[in-house]
């Protein structure tokens, strides 16, 4: 099957030949980029765990033959559960971010960075927790640029640094307006964003009482309300009817003191602080149900109040389009890898699969890609030749 003058697949399995196999070669029946190109596939076309896998692949052999020789045919199981099992999954999330920034170079609008517990892969018996991973998202376009593992016992914090020095490193962070929930609002996160070309949108919660309650204060104050631009939207859908009213200032010039106490909040290049202040009606039993929620905001960008409510809502995108697909589309919550490197390698996999199915330009849902995908060789075709 003809791709082009470079085959798009072959922008794949270019990445998969970077990962150096340590076997004894005379011994090697299934080279790895065989067995990625395998579980990459099957996951593709609706399969969610290696025994699903390994029964794709013996009904597509043909067509996986188009691209690799598969000269002792399909491995067994076993054998690909062992496989991710003994990849190093840092080499591999490695490769993975490499192939996305290849994917779209241009990628970065608004990168929102959040984490996802996989529930399915604690193994209670060995005492180890579930896979905890955290992601970045270019959410305009539906794109995973790259992913960090928490590592057992840690938590999100020791993991956005890593994710953001490795972002840094291939320049991926260019440009972009990076925002964060609050677990990540603070000096040294707010650094390493700007170090790497990019601006921060990072939210304010109770973990930060003493920066959240100045915030919350000067926008309370009548006195401040000709330095605050503001603006309303309104969503109606899924029997709910949503209001949002931000709010935004940049005057910011009292949060840059010449304080030095423990726990100060002395944010670089801080640009504009905000308040979203949200209202949502839902059908009831008995009439219409109300719900409010204030959240604030601070930024190295001087954003417009439309502007900032966009990117507010934006970043929901990696939960709304990325998590949401990976449990209820891939079935990620009920995988059952559990044991030495296997979650976090098929959480990578989930991640190839996931930018792969979104490059395509039907009117599909991903579900429907998959399904389609799993039963139609040239359509399974258009989709891996998709990825660019």
């Given at each position: 099957m003809d791709f082009g003058d470079r085959p798009r697949l072959r922008v794949l399995l270019d990445h998969f030949g970077l990962l150096e196999d340590d076997r004894e070669s005379w011994r090697v029946a299934h080279p790895l980029p065989e067995g990625l190109l395998l579980v990459v596939c099957?996951?593709?076309?609706?399969?969610?765990?290696?025994?699903?896998?390994?029964?794709?692949?013996?009904?597509?052999?043909?067509?996986?033959?188009?691209?690799?020789?598969?000269?002792?045919?399909?491995?067994?199981?076993?054998?690909?559960?062992?496989?991710?099992?003994?990849?190093?999954?840092?080499?591999?999330?490695?490769?993975?971010?490499?192939?996305?920034?290849?994917?779209?170079?241009?990628?970065?609008?608004?990168?929102?960075?959040?984490?996802?517990?996989?529930?399915?892969?604690?193994?209670?018996?060995?005492?180890?927790a579930a896979l905890h991973l955290v992601s970045a998202f270019a959410t305009r376009e539906k794109l995973v640029l790259a992913q960090e593992a928490v590592k057992e016992g840690g938590c999100e914090?020791?993991?956005?640094?890593?994710?953001?020095?490795?972002?840094?490193?291939?320049?991926q962070l260019e440009g972009a307006l990076v925002s964060i929930d609050a677990i990540a609002c603070n000096a040294g996160t707010a650094q390493a964003i700007i170090d790497a070309g990019a601006d921060y949108l990072l939210a304010v919660k109770a973990n930060q009482p003493g920066l959240m309650g100045e915030i919350e204060r000067f926008f309370d104050d009548p006195g401040t309300n000709a330095d605050i631009a503001t603006h309303v939207d309104v969503d109606k859908g899924h029997g709910r009817v949503e209001e949002r009213c931000v709010g935004v200032s940049t005057r910011v010039d009292w949060l840059h003191g010449e304080r030095r106490f423990p726990g100060e909040y002395r944010f670089p290049g801080l640009a504009s602080i905000a308040k979203v202040a949200g209202v949502i009606w839902r059908k009831?039993?008995?009439?219409?149900?109300?719900?409010?929620?204030?959240?604030?905001?601070?930024?190295?960008?001087?954003?417009?109040?439309?502007?900032l409510g966009e990117a507010v809502r934006s970043h929901w995108a990696i939960e709304n389009s990325l998590h949401w697909a990976l449990d209820v589309t891939f079935n990620e919550d009920k995988a059952r890898s559990?044991?030495?490197?296997?979650?976090?390698?098929?959480?990578?996999?989930?991640?190839?699969?996931?930018?792969?199915?979104?490059?395509?330009?039907?009117?599909?849902?991903?579900?429907?890609?998959?399904?389609?995908?799993a039963r139609n060789n040239d359509y399974m075709a258009q989709i891996v030749g998709a990825a660019r």
């Open positions: 099957g996951t593709i076309g609706s399969c969610d765990d290696f025994d699903e896998i390994v029964e794709w692949g013996e009904d597509n052999l043909p067509f996986l033959r188009r691209f690799l020789p598969y000269h002792h045919g399909i491995p067994g199981s076993r054998w690909l559960r062992i496989l991710l099992n003994r990849i190093d999954p840092g080499l591999f999330s490695q490769m993975f971010q490499s192939w996305a920034a290849e994917l779209r170079p241009d990628a970065p609008g608004l990168v929102a960075i959040d984490g996802k517990t996989s529930r399915g892969s604690h193994d209670r018996g060995n005492g180890r914090q020791t993991a956005i640094p890593l994710l953001l020095e490795r972002l840094a490193g291939k320049r009831g039993r008995d009439g219409a149900e109300e719900s409010r929620a204030v959240r604030y905001y601070v930024s190295s960008r001087t954003l417009s109040a439309q502007a559990r044991t030495g490197h296997g979650p976090a390698n098929m959480a990578t996999v989930r991640h190839f699969a996931f930018n792969i199915l979104k490059a395509v330009n039907d009117k599909r849902s991903l579900k429907l890609r998959r399904n389609k995908a």
